[in-house]
């Protein structure tokens, strides 16, 4: 049974890989680029689900996570030429101009400057209730925004870091595939292994009722703690990636905007399943760059309409609140892939009958 | 030395008094009742024994140590497990996930060791679920193991709860009105089980309880609270024949 499992588990690997090979060969350099980016967001989603999904708590401060891990992995990763460059107005604080590390350390430790941010935030707003914690980590995002706007010698401020080094050694999305999908598969699997644990057992019990996991001998706040710094860790790695892919980074980017964007994946895949995060982050991502018609001008028979920047945002939003009006639990509610569904197919059921 | 004593144990709400110098004794292997009319502070009594409340005055005492004020997950590693009057299952998950979940707290694997599945933890993993699938045989529930738990009826959510709460390892068991919803043949049955259960895992049994036949059955010392005062303790024969239990509980034949 379990060595079945792990066949399966091996199976999906394999089977992604190859896929991605094919992808590798068959995609445009512009269709590889909005693939990544649905790959740098299913991180960012299996991240949010984690805590949002998994342990129930109504964080709102995913978009603070990613800043720090990204200007720290743009930081780390930019060379003395372009820091020079970047920091005009006020030299970048001598300490950090010659730093360069390689690509794969630099995100990592953007992972983990975003888990400590995570620790520290986390000792105080993670013993309030949910409205509170909402209210507390939309405060903590925002102020992360605010500080990185005016520590001028180390974020170089409003300016933002332009000309941050693409991902991969190549510069070219082809490559970033691997990187990026890399990551994707890791996080994935680092997920699926925590969900089916002891650990993701407890989380799902804090989920569906505090009090009662609490009387069942779980320590809530020390469980809340751990999902919101694993979670917080991967946002970090997905901000990385996320500045690694625009090249630019600056405080506005950071906005709750890009917070309510992960969770609008979230939301339509369907809360506390991997599974949907990954469908539903592809889904988004394509469709977000299918519907950039809409901001553009429009001609439906002889009526021209002039474009307006943010329509497709506006058609996302109604989406997302029908979705929550009629269909609340999502795309697929809290159901994963599993190997099960092929054995549910028609085919099968005869075959197992005959014998 | 009493598994559990409280002294006199009050607790306020605003200007209400909802339980007032409450002592309770409680010794090693009895089933002990705790009753009154709606509203006497009975629920509130448990939520202070388990930490869900802090009392605004009094100790409580368990194995000799004061637990007064603790954490409900550290009373509960204590060896302190409870059921829910309006039943408290973790509602989208499988009835033995919740058993599982119960078990958590006496794993003993590390956060990698689980995300890993090292062979010890696989080993505790396949320990649980064999622990898990015992108790839910103990409760007649071990077909409708997948099912989501609250599709379940009635009866068998609660002795799904008592199972769940038995998978923490529980000394002291306190249940919250177990036969609520039962009839009358599900409530006999139920009766049996406590005792069952108490001697197999050699637990100590508090319970709040309005079905008089399961009380005056299988307590063995029953407490009285009325507007959070408690006004009679005694044997089930002297509980029914206190006149101030009869006034104010029992009613008038
Ligand atoms: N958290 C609370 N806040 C205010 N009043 C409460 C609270 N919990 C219980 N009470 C009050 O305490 C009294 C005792 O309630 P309870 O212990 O639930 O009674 P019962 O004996 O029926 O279990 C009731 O008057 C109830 O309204
Ligand atoms: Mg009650």
């Known amino acids: 049974m379990k060595r079945e499992k792990v066949i399966q588990s091996l199976i999906s690997i394999a089977a992604v890989i190859i896929l991605l090979v094919i992808l590798n060969k068959v995609l445009t350099p512009f269709q590889a680029r909005i693939f990544n980016l649905g790959g740098i967001y299913i991180i960012l989603a299996i991240s949010m689900n984690l805590i949002n999904g998994f342990v129930g708590l109504f964080s709102l401060g995913h978009a603070g996570f990613m800043a720090v891990g990204a200007y720290t992995s743009a930081l780390l990763t930019m060379s003395r030429e372009a820091k020079e460059m970047n920091f005009f107005l006020e030299p970048i604080v001598p300490w950090l101009l010659d730093v360069q590390l390689p690509f794969p350390i630099a995100i990592i430790i953007g992972g983990l400057m975003a888990a400590l941010a995570a620790a520290l935030i986390g000792a105080p707003v993670l013993r309030l209730n949910d409205d509170y914690l909402a209210i507390a980590t939309l405060g903590f995002s925002e102020i992360i925004r605010v500080i990185f706007t005016n520590t001028q010698s180390l974020t170089n401020g409003a300016l933002g870091l332009k000309g941050l080094p693409y991902i991969g050694v190549t510069d070219s999305p082809k490559e970033a595939i691997w990187w990026i999908w890399g990551l994707v598969i890791i996080t994935i699997v680092f997920m699926v292994l925590l969900i089916n644990s002891t650990y993701g057992r407890a989380f799902k019990a804090i989920r569906e009722d505090e009090i009662a996991a609490e009387a069942m001998g779980i320590n809530l706040f020390k469980h809340k703690m751990m999902a919101f710094i694993i979670g917080s860790f991967f946002a970090g790695i997905g901000g990385a990636l996320l500045g690694h892919y625009m090249n630019t980074i600056d405080p506005l980017l950071f906005r709750y905007l890009l917070t309510f964007n992960i969770i609008l994946i979230v939301v339509l895949g369907g809360i506390g399943s991997i599974t949907s995060s990954v469908i539903s982050a592809i889904v988004v991502t394509i469709a977000q760059e299918l519907l950039r018609v809409l901001d553009g001008k429009m001609q439906i028979g002889s009526l021209i309409i002039n474009g307006v920047p943010g329509t497709r945002m506006v058609v996302f939003s109604a989406l997302l609140m029908l979705v929550i009006l009629f269909y609340q639990r999502g795309l697929m509610g809290t159901n994963e892939f599993s190997w099960s569904w092929f054995k549910k197919l028609p085919f099968k059921t005869k075959k197992a009958k005959i014998s | 030395m009493a598994l559990l004593n409280t002294d006199k144990l009050t607790i306020k709400f605003g200007g209400l008094t909802a339980v007032s110098a409450l002592d309770l004794v409680i010794n090693q292997n009895e089933i002990i009742g705790l009753i009154g009319p709606n509203g006497a502070g009975k629920t509130t ?188 303790d005694g044997t089930p024969s002297e509980i029914q024949n206190n006149q101030k239990v009869i006034e104010a509980y029992l009613g008038v034949e």
């Open chain 2, 45 to 232: 009594s448990f939520n202070m024994i388990t930490g869900v409340y802090t009392p605004t005055s009094g100790t409580v005492v368990f194995e000799g140590k004061d637990i007064t004020g603790m954490k409900t997950h550290e009373i509960t590693k204590l060896g302190i497990a409870r059921t829910f009057q309006n039943i408290r299952l973790f509602g989208q998950l499988s009835v033995l996930e919740n058993v599982l979940i119960a078990n958590h707290m006496r794993f003993g694997s590390n956060l990698l060791s689980a995300v890993i599945k090292t062979p010890s933890y696989l080993k505790k993993e396949k320990a649980v679920y064999e622990k898990s699938m015992e108790l839910l045989r103990a409760v007649g529930l071990d077909d409708l193991k997948d099912e989501v738990c609250t599709s379940l009826p009635y009866g068998k959510q609660r002795r799904l709860e008592i199972a769940r709460a038995l998978a923490t390892d529980p000394k002291l068991l306190i249940l919250d009105e177990p036969a609520a919803g039962m009839n009358p043949q599900e409530s006999l049955e139920l009766m049996e089980f406590i005792r069952e259960i108490r001697d197999k895992y050699n637990l100590t049994i508090l319970m709040i309880e309005h079905h008089m036949a399961v009380v005056m059955g299988i307590c063995e010392r029953i407490y009285v609270l009325d507007y959070g005062v408690k006004i009679a």
